[in-house]
Nanobody, 125 residues
Framework: QVQLVESGGGLVQAGGSLRLSCATSGRTFSRYAVGWFRQAPGKEREFVAAVSASGRSTAYANSVQGRFVISRDNAKNTVYLQMNSLKPEDTAVYYC??????????????????WGQGTQVTVSS
């Protein structure tokens, strides 16, 4: 199991930007796809974006397509989520998770037993 640590959250006005980071010290990080998920108060956790192990493939939820960009730097064992044109409805705790799947689209529906502490993103109107 790859343990990941999320960071980079904060308070931002609507229309602003934030960049989240998902880091690990594990040496096998480059073998795993990584996904970002979020959970708003009173709602279920939902898929946001995913990137393949190589970084060549990405997938996004419809709600963030065109505004968020996921990328990774395997040399730094880090995955990023650049969030632009933020909206109040993006307010949530954001989590990342690693997966051995080769088809990253399947991460939209998968469940995971372990989650880190996440990072809070709050978008004010």
């Amino acid at each position: 199991q790859v343990q990941l640590v999320e960071s980079g959250g904060g308070l931002v006005q609507a229309g602003g930007s934030l960049r989240l980071s998902c880091a690990t010290s594990g040496r096998t990080f480059s073998r795993y796809a990584v996904g970002w998920f979020r959970q708003a108060p009173g709602k279920e956790r939902e898929f946001v974006a995913a990137v393949s192990a190589s970084g060549r493939s990405t997938a996004y939820a419809n709600s963030v397509q065109g505004r968020f960009v996921i990328s990774r730097d395997n040399a730094k064992n880090t995955v990023y989520l650049q969030m632009n044109s933020l909206k109040p409805e993006d307010t949530a705790v954001y989590y990342c998770n690693a997966d051995s799947v080769t088809n990253i689209a399947t991460m939209k529906a998968r469940t995971y037993d372990y989650w880190g502490q996440g990072t809070q993103v709050t978008v004010s109107s």
